[in-house]
């Protein structure tokens, strides 16, 4: 089944670097609570299996992909956030989707994601193994991130 539903964001719990839990609005006071998976990225696990190769890594690299989510999202935290719903997820209880501020549906949170190199292209399927180099770039990009980030001034 597919669909494309935008709902605006009340609340959001970071779960992981591609998976956003989300308060949404759908009006007439009707409000959800429900996962949105990132649809075009898949970012490193924060709780890999212990059995894949490399699972320390992708775990050092999931939290940190994890805080630059946030990041991205406080930094948008005066501005109406949106959700757009794709599909269901091959489960059933989250919803494909991507998360934007009202005011500009192009600078999504998947796209930014693959801008700055902290996850890969995501089309739907069994997620491969993530080999070693793609885990040191990727938390070489979220350090970077996150740094500059704690070098700007507090308002």
């Known amino acids: 089944m597919k669909f494309r539903f935008v709902y605006p964001v009340l609340s959001y719990e970071v779960y992981d670097g591609d998976t956003i839990n989300v308060e949404r609005d759908k009006g ?10 990132l649809l075009t990225v898949d970012t490193p696990e924060i709780r890999p299996r212990h059995s894949r190769l490399n699972h320390v890594e992708e775990k ?3 939290l940190l992909v994890t805080e630059c989510v946030g ?16 599909s269901l997820d091959k489960y059933g209880g989250r919803y494909n989707g991507d998360i934007f501020p009202l005011d500009d549906e192009e600078e999504t949170l998947g796209k930014w994601l ?10 739907g399927g069994a997620r491969k193994y993530w080999p070693m180099p793609d885990l040191k770039e ?18």
């Open 28 to 37: 007439e006071k009707v409000f959800d609570r429900r996962s949105c998976r």
């Open 60 to 62: 050092q690299a999931g």
């Open 71 to 86: 990041l991205w999202l406080r930094q948008r935290a005066d501005r109406q956030l949106m959700t757009v719903s794709i």
């Open 114 to 123: 693959l801008d700055n190199k902290l996850g890969r292209a995501y089309s």
């Open 138 to 155: 990727i938390a070489t990009s979220a350090t970077r991130i996150l740094l500059n980030d704690a070098e700007q001034p507090l308002h």
